[in-house]
């Protein structure tokens, strides 16, 4: 018998570096499908409670790849999770940019 398994000395570091690095555009694009989703039924309902929740789930998401970014640049300085950082960091801001319109403007709009 053959041994088909791999192993890679440094897997749990890449995963964690890519999951800082992937997380945060994830929940943005996440957060853009299921917002457009969620506006008809908003609009009919005439409520903004499910973009809030929405908005809301998904910037805590980013955070959280976020935080996974911060720490993998602790723990080793390399261009990978110095990348992740700023790029978690870009995303949150895009999600605290997308969630604004929601409280200045009605579904229906």
Request: contains cysteine.
């Given at each position: ?15 964690t ?49 976020l ?35 929601t ?7």
């Amino acid at each position: 018998m053959t041994d088909t398994s791999t192993h890679i000395p440094d897997a749990a570091r890449l995963r964690t570096v890519w999951t800082g690095l992937l997380l945060a555009p994830a929940a943005w694009l996440t957060s853009l499908e299921v917002g457009y989703l969620l506006l008809r039924p908003d609009c009919v309902a005439g409520t903004l409670v499910r973009q809030h929740l929405v908005h809301a789930i998904f910037l805590l998401v980013a955070l959280g790849g976020l935080l996974v970014a911060w720490r993998a640049r602790r723990a080793e300085r390399d261009f990978l999770s110095t990348l992740g950082v700023l790029v978690s960091a870009s995303f949150v801001l895009v999600l605290v940019a997308q969630w604004i319109p929601t409280f200045l403007l009605h579904p229906c709009q």
